[in-house]
């Protein structure tokens, strides 16, 4: 019903900035918990940040935080994921997810969004 499209995603340096958009269709963007995932070669997938449906409330690990702001702008169905410092050790694959349960999506590694974007690549070069 919602599909999900990313953008924004591509070579930086060590230190540089980036900044991806995800843009939703349909009109149900706004009721969603809405997060961003990314997973590298050979990992597993996790949550580096996640945000409510009216930007109440905000979530990052600490391997980001500081670094990574996530914000929404429901008028646009689009949320983004500004990016700065960045290590090449962020180089992943970026999804942006949408979510029912804000608290499930934070806590638990087992929780699967109710959808997912196709990705975009992030390659941070030293």
């Known amino acids: 019903q919602v599909q999900l499209v990313e953008s924004g995603g591509g070579l930086v340096q060590a230190g540089g900035s980036l900044r991806l958009s995800c843009a939703a269709s349909?009109?149900?963007?706004?009721?969603?918990?809405a997060a961003w995932f990314r997973q590298a070669p050979g990992k597993e997938r996790e949550i580096v940040a996640a945000?409510?449906?009216?930007?109440?409330?905000?979530y990052y690990p600490d391997s980001v935080k500081g670094r990574f702001t996530i914000s929404r702008d429901n008028a646009k169905s689009t949320l983004y994921l500004q990016m700065n410092t960045l290590k090449p050790e962020d180089t992943a694959v970026y999804y942006c997810?949408?979510?029912?349960?804000?608290?499930?999506?934070?806590?638990?590694?087992?929780?699967?969004?109710?959808?997912w974007g196709q990705g975009t690549q992030v390659t941070v070069s030293s």
């Open positions: 945000i409510t449906w009216n930007g109440g409330m905000t």
């Open positions: 997810a949408l979510g029912s349960n804000y608290f499930a999506l934070v806590t638990s590694s087992y929780y699967r969004p109710d959808y």
């Open positions: 349909g009109r149900t963007f706004s009721t969603y918990t």
